[in-house]
C-alpha cells in the first residue's frame, strides 16, 4: 500500500487559495422586496379609491347645495334706506328672488346698488339659508346747485344726486357756473369744494338760516353771499376769520341802528360797509 503523505502536487494542479469558499444564495430577501412592492401598489390604490370617493361625495354634495330648495333666496332685507323710494329698491332686488343663495354674484349686486345717485355705499352679504341682506349709506344732501338751466342736490363732496326743479329746500343755494351735470356725478366747477367747505363753517357758527343762504361764485376768486336782504362779499379763503369780523361789524352796525346795503370783506385789512341812506 503507498504512502501518499509525502507526495508533492504539481503547481498547476495545486488551488489558489487554500481558504474555504463560502457562497450563500439568498432567496428570502427578494420574496420580501416583492412583497414589500406588492404592498405598496395596494396602498396606492387603496388612496386613489379613497380620493376618488372624496371627490365624488364632494361633486354630488356640491350639486344639492347649489339645487336644494333650502338654499334658494326667499325674501332681500334692505337696510339704510331713508330716500330711495320703493321702485329704486324692487329694482336692486328683482334679480335675486329664486336664485341659489350661493350663486348670488354679492360684488356685482354691490355694484349695481351703488350705480343709484342716492347710494353712496353699499355692502352686500348672504343670510343663510335663503336671505340677502343689503345694506346702504345714503348721500346726504348739503346743498342745492344753480347753474342757470337747472337746480340739483349735492352732498358734501359736490356729487350731484338729483335734479329737483324750482321746489323750495332747507338747503342753501350756491350759484355757479357749470357745465355738462349730470346726476350721479361730481360737479368739476372750480370752486365747488372750496364753497362747500365754507358752508360748512358757516353751518358750524350758528345763527345762519341756512335755507335762506345763497353763495354766489362770481368768479374763481371771488365768494359772494347773499342773506336777508344784505350782500356779503367775501374773496376767497381765510373764511372762518372773515366771519369772525362780519359778526363784530355787524353788531356794531345794529348798536348803531343803521340799516345797510352790503359789507365788503375782500380785503384783509379793512371792512366797507355800504350804509343805506
Same mark, same amino acid.
Given at each position: 500500500?503507498?504512502?501518499?503523505?509525502?507526495? !508533492?502536487?504539481?503547481?498547476?494542479?495545486?488551488?489558489?487559495?487554500? &481558504?474555504?469558499?463560502? %457562497?450563500?444564495?439568498?432567496?428570502?430577501?427578494?420574496? %420580501?422586496?416583492?412583497?414589500?412592492?406588492?404592498? &405598496? !401598489?395596494?396602498?396606492?390604490?387603496?388612496?386613489?379609491?379613497?380620493?376618488?370617493?372624496?371627490?365624488?361625495? *364632494?361633486?354630488? *354634495?356640491?350639486?344639492?347645495?347649489?339645487?336644494?330648495?333650502?338654499?334658494?333666496?326667499?325674501?332681500?332685507?334692505?337696510?339704510?334706506?331713508?330716500?330711495?323710494?320703493?321702485?329704486?329698491?324692487?329694482?336692486?332686488?328683482?334679480?335675486?328672488?329664486?336664485?341659489? !343663495?350661493?350663486?348670488?354674484?354679492?360684488?356685482?349686486?354691490?355694484?349695481?346698488?351703488? +350705480?343709484?345717485?342716492?347710494?353712496?355705499? +353699499?355692502?352686500?352679504?348672504?343670510?343663510?339659508?335663503?336671505?340677502?341682506?343689503?345694506?346702504?349709506?345714503?348721500? /346726504?344732501?348739503?346743498?342745492?346747485?344753480?347753474?342757470?338751466?337747472?337746480?340739483?342736490?349735492?352732498?358734501?363732496?359736490?356729487?350731484?344726486?338729483?335734479?329737483?326743479?324750482?321746489?323750495? $329746500?332747507?338747503?342753501?343755494?350756491?350759484?355757479?357756473?357749470?357745465?355738462?351735470?349730470?346726476?350721479?356725478?361730481?360737479?368739476?366747477?372750480?370752486?365747488?369744494?372750496?364753497?362747500? +367747505?365754507?358752508?360748512?363753517?358757516?353751518?358750524?357758527?350758528?345763527?345762519? @338760516?341756512?335755507?335762506?343762504? /345763497? /353763495?354766489?361764485?362770481?368768479?374763481?376768486?371771488?365768494? $359772494?353771499?347773499?342773506?336777508?336782504?344784505? $350782500?356779503? @362779499?367775501?374773496?376767497?379763503?381765510?373764511?372762518?376769520?372773515?366771519?369772525? @369780523?362780519?359778526?363784530?361789524?355787524?353788531?356794531?352796525?345794529?348798536? @348803531? &341802528?343803521?340799516?345797510?346795503?352790503?359789507?365788503?370783506?375782500?380785503?384783509?385789512?379793512?371792512? +366797507?360797509?355800504?350804509?343805506?341812506?
Amino acid at each position: 500500500m503507498k504512502d501518499y503523505k509525502n507526495v !508533492t502536487v504539481p503547481r498547476k494542479y495545486r488551488a489558489q487559495s487554500s &481558504g474555504t469558499i463560502v %457562497r450563500r444564495v439568498n432567496r428570502g430577501r427578494r420574496s %420580501r422586496s416583492r412583497a414589500s412592492k406588492a404592498a &405598496g !401598489t395596494f396602498l396606492q390604490f387603496l388612496s386613489a379609491m379613497v380620493l376618488l370617493g372624496t371627490l365624488t361625495l *364632494g361633486w354630488f *354634495g356640491y350639486q344639492w347645495f347649489l339645487h336644494a330648495d333650502v338654499f334658494r333666496v326667499a325674501g332681500v332685507d334692505v337696510k339704510g334706506v331713508r330716500h330711495l323710494g320703493e321702485k329704486d329698491i324692487r329694482a336692486m332686488v328683482s334679480g335675486f328672488t329664486g336664485k341659489n !343663495t350661493f350663486l348670488v354674484d354679492l360684488d356685482d349686486a354691490a355694484r349695481t346698488a351703488r +350705480a343709484h345717485p342716492w347710494v353712496k355705499e +353699499a355692502r352686500v352679504y348672504r343670510s343663510l339659508p335663503n336671505r340677502v341682506s343689503i345694506v346702504l349709506t345714503e348721500r /346726504v344732501p348739503r346743498a342745492v346747485l344753480d347753474n342757470g338751466s337747472g337746480r340739483y342736490l349735492l352732498d358734501d363732496g359736490g356729487v350731484v344726486i338729483e335734479k329737483i326743479g324750482r321746489r323750495g $329746500t332747507p338747503f342753501p343755494v350756491v350759484k355757479i357756473r357749470a357745465r355738462n351735470v349730470r346726476v350721479g356725478e361730481r360737479v368739476a366747477a372750480e370752486k365747488m369744494a372750496e364753497t362747500l +367747505a365754507f358752508l360748512d363753517t358757516l353751518s358750524a357758527r350758528g345763527g345762519w @338760516r341756512m335755507s335762506d343762504v /345763497v /353763495v354766489k361764485v362770481d368768479t374763481p376768486e371771488s365768494l $359772494t353771499v347773499h342773506y336777508g336782504g344784505h $350782500t356779503f @362779499r367775501l374773496g376767497s379763503g381765510h373764511y372762518e376769520e372773515k366771519l369772525q @369780523r362780519l359778526s363784530e361789524v355787524l353788531s356794531d352796525v345794529k348798536r @348803531r &341802528g343803521l340799516t345797510f346795503a352790503y359789507v365788503d370783506l375782500r380785503s384783509d385789512r379793512q371792512v +366797507a360797509v355800504k350804509i343805506k341812506r
